[in-house]
């Protein structure tokens, strides 16, 4: 497709223009203010890691179980509106022994993020954390895990409220 000038007349503007200001325009700072919203399910989902719990939505239809929350199945598109307050404990699915900080910080000992299957879950759904107050050549899969949260006066509605998951007593 070509474009024939004469149709879109118009002059063009050089920066000497805006310079000697032979044009009229303004220029201003917004001071614009921006907020992000959750929505239901996550909101309600960081609201209760505040409170030291952690909750999931199981649907009617099909019984599953999922974390985090969300307000339709993408298995059924059925809405998922039953609430259900699962343990804060679960099962190492899988694991890493991470010797550099995402920053590419050596590390002496190192992170050990794990994918952990959050009891209460149908099928099994994990969420990844940290493992802590564990030797790094005694973390296993399957393992079984608790939450150490973080004392109640330092939460703030974040995953991170939960400071790792630790070997779980059996």
């Known amino acids: ?18 310079a000697e200001k032979r044009i009229l325009y303004t220029e201003w700072d917004p001071h ?12 309600r989902y960081l609201a209760e890691l505040k409170a030291g719990r952690i909750v999931g939505t199981r649907c009617r239809h099909c019984r599953r179980t999922v974390l985090p929350p969300r307000t339709v199945c993408e298995w059924c598109f059925e809405p998922m509106d039953e609430w259900v307050t699962l343990e804060d404990t679960g099962t190492v699915n899988t694991f890493s022994l991470c010797y ?7 590390l002496e000992k190192p992170e050990m993020p794990a994918v952990i299957e959050i009891d209460g879950t149908m099928p099994p759904v994990g969420i990844m954390h940290l493992l802590g107050e564990v030797e790094p050549d005694e973390v296993q899969i399957g393992m079984k895990v608790q939450a150490v949260w973080k004392p109640a006066e330092e939460r ?3 995953i991170t409220d939960i400071k ?4 779980l007593d059996e």
């Open 1 to 18: 497709m070509t474009v024939n000038i004469r149709e879109f007349p118009g002059v063009s503007l050089s920066s000497a223009d805006f």
């Open 164 to 167: 790792y998951f630790k070997p």
């Open 100 to 106: 550099v900080t995402w920053d590419m910080q050596r």
């Open 32 to 43: 614009a203010r921006y907020a992000w919203d959750a929505g239901v399910a996550m909101g």
């Open 156 to 158: 703030e509605g974040a």
